[in-house]
């Protein structure tokens, strides 16, 4: 059974960092096509990073050059270290992982931005 579980969120001014973890069991983090997304209030959810199983990274255009997704494979861990964070990044975020097709999402958590 697939289980992916956040963690990291908080509260932090603009400017700060925070850095999200997504703890992977069931599966081989390495071994799969990996993403972080968010979802702000009375938005939908947007794809934010993705990591392939080759390590080949992409960021949606506005957290580029702020927002960095790595793994941790002894750890089987997901992360996405943000910096400079504005408050329009407040959301909450989610991880999600894709294998044989099927689509599996952890709960989420919350990143709230203060001006």
């Known amino acids: 059974q697939v289980r992916l579980v956040e963690s990291g969120g908080g509260l932090v001014q603009a400017g700060g960092s925070l850095r999200l973890s997504c703890a992977a069991s069931?599966?081989?983090?390495?071994?799969?096509?990996m993403d972080w997304y968010r979802q702000a209030p009375g938005k939908p959810r947007e794809l934010v990073a993705s990591?392939?199983?080759?390590?080949?990274?992409n960021y949606a255009d506005s957290v580029k050059g702020r927002f960095t997704i790595s793994r941790d494979n002894s750890k089987n861990t997901l992360y996405l270290q943000m910096n400079s964070l504005k408050p329009e990044d407040t959301a909450v975020y989610y991880c999600?992982?894709?294998?044989?097709?099927?689509?599996?999402w952890g709960q989420g958590t919350q990143v709230t931005v203060s001006s």
């Open positions: 990591i392939t199983s080759a390590g080949t990274t």
């Open positions: 069931g599966i081989i983090a390495s071994n799969n096509y």
């Open positions: 999600k992982a894709l294998r044989s097709g099927n689509n599996y």
